[in-house]
Each structure stands twice: as C-alpha cells, then as structure tokens.
C-alpha cells in the first residue's frame, strides 16, 4: 500500500503531518516504509545526518553521441518530441531529465553515431538500522516526469507488498499526476481554498482516498464553499517548536486530527 504526501507549498505542512501517520504506523507495523522524494527528512525520523548508508541507484538510458561528421541536418534534434536535444555547434547533448529513453533519436540516425547508454540519475539512501529512504538526485538532475517515472517504478519493485509512505516536495504541480497513478491514498495538504476550488479538486475528482488538509485559520472558507471534508490543521508556536526540536507534536487537536486519519486508512 502506497501513501503519498503532496502540499502546494513548503513550510510546516505536509511533511511534518506525514511524518507523525508513519510515526504512529510505524509502531503497528514495523516493516512501513518512508520515503522521501528529496534529500530532506523530518527532525522527528532523524536525528542526526551522518548515518546515511548508499542504498541502491536509479540508471536511465539517454543518448550518447560519438565524435562523428553528421550526414544529415539535426534529425535527431527534431526527431526527439520532447525536445531533450540540443545542439552547441557540432556537437549534440542531451537533457536527461527531458528524456524517455524512447530511442527514437537513435533509429532515425543515418549514420548510427547514436547509442542509447545508463546514465545515474539518482542515488538512494537507507537510514542506518531503520526504513527510512530518501532519494539523492545527480548533479544536473531535476524530479522531472520521467525521472519520477523511474523512482516510482523503483519504489513498486523493491518494495512491493510493503506500507510505503511517500513524501514529495511540495510544489512541483505538474507531476501529480504520476503520484496519484501511484497512491492507495493521498494526504494533501492545500492553503489556498480558491486554488482547491479552481483547480486542484479536479485533479483529484475521482480519487475517494484523499485527505485534504488545510490550516486552521481558513478552514471557514473551505466550509463556506461546500468543502466540509476538509481537515483543518492547527498552527501554533508550541507545534513549531516541537518540530523543530524533532519532538513528536504534543497539541491534542493535532493529535486528535493525526488519529482521525489513521482510523480512515485501511491497512
Ligand atoms: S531517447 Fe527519445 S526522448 Fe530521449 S533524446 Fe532520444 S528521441 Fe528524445
Ligand atoms: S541523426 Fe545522426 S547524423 Fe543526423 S544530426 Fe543526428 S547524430 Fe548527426
């Protein structure tokens, strides 16, 4: 089972209320899974930094031009449909992130200068002892579509049949889509009413495991426009400094929120 959290912006949000659900699930099953999609993990599932071990790596195929004498003008250039080639005088490169390994670039050249060949896009790291993973992309490397693409299809092989917890960046909009494709249910953490309004819940129209979660102090604007599900989410001075000192939040109504989605996930 997979169970992914996404915020539309950063802060004290998503993450931190992630982090307490595999806190509490944790302790009920202790085979559970985090994993972070960025190099950042809560105070509250670690508490110091150095004792991250390399766990496993994440390859990608993408094209690899030899020195040639090019027989045509730039067709694999224009051959490529999501634009991933580019070109500084004779010589072609690549944006990895932009590319699918469809090798449609390599078929199409004349001269067959053009292989497809593994290039490391990310590194995977285990937190000493514990289920914990986050991911470490490489130099160059953005969390792009079809890089996510193969962190989720890494995710699904390695630990299929586990509870995965996965904690995206906030932001990164466009690639929702991947994240629901993958998720048993989603913890969405959203503090704009008009943009749930307008936008995100379309995007989430015909998923019924949703938790969306709000700050408290607009929590009356969702109600008033009909969104009596969402779950507000207290903020106050204690719940920051109790993150920020990794202690598990001690607010009741935070806990009593945290609880009330536990009782919702079927496991
Ligand atoms: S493999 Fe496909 S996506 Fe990648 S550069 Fe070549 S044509 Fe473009
Ligand atoms: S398709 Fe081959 S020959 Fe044509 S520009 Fe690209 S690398 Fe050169």
């Excluded at 599900?229 to 939040?249: C, E, M, N, Q, R």
Aim: aromatic share 14%.
């Amino acid at each position: 089972m997979i169970i992914v959290g996404i915020g539309s912006k950063g802060g004290i949000g998503i993450t931190t209320f992630l982090s307490h659900l595999y806190h509490d699930l944790h302790h009920k099953n202790n085979t559970a899974i985090w994993f972070s999609l960025s190099s950042y993990v809560p105070l509250l599932l670690q508490k110091t930094e150095n004792q991250w071990n390399n766990y496993n790596y994440i390859y990608k195929k993408v094209p690899s031009w030899k020195k040639i004498h090019c027989l045509c003008e730039n067709k694999c250039l224009t051959a490529c449909q999501y634009g991933a080639i580019t070109r500084y005088g004779n010589n072609y490169f690549v944006y990895s992130e932009l590319c699918n390994s469809c090798g449609t670039c390599v078929y199409v050249c004349p001269k067959k200068e053009i292989n497809l060949e593994n290039q490391q896009i990310a590194v995977v790291e285990k937190l000493n002892e514990h289920n914990i993973f986050r991911i470490k992309l490489s130099l160059n490397e953005i969390l792009s579509k079809f890089n996510l693409k193969l962190i989720s299809d890494f995710i699904l092989e390695i630990f299929s049949g586990r509870l995965v917890f996965i904690d995206m960046p906030s932001g990164n909009k466009e690639l929702w889509d991947e994240l629901v494709r993958l998720s048993d249910y989603i913890v969405l953490f959203i503090s704009d009413y008009n943009l749930w309004e307008i936008y995100y819940k379309n995007l989430f129209y015909n998923i019924k495991n949703v938790f969306l979660l709000c700050p408290d102090y607009i929590h009356n604007e969702f109600l008033k426009r009909g969104f009596s599900y969402a779950i507000p989410i207290p903020f106050t001075k204690k719940i920051s400094s109790d993150i920020l000192k990794g202690l598990y939040v001690s607010d009741e109504t935070y806990k009593k929120q945290i609880n009330f989605v536990l009782s919702k996930i079927q496991i």
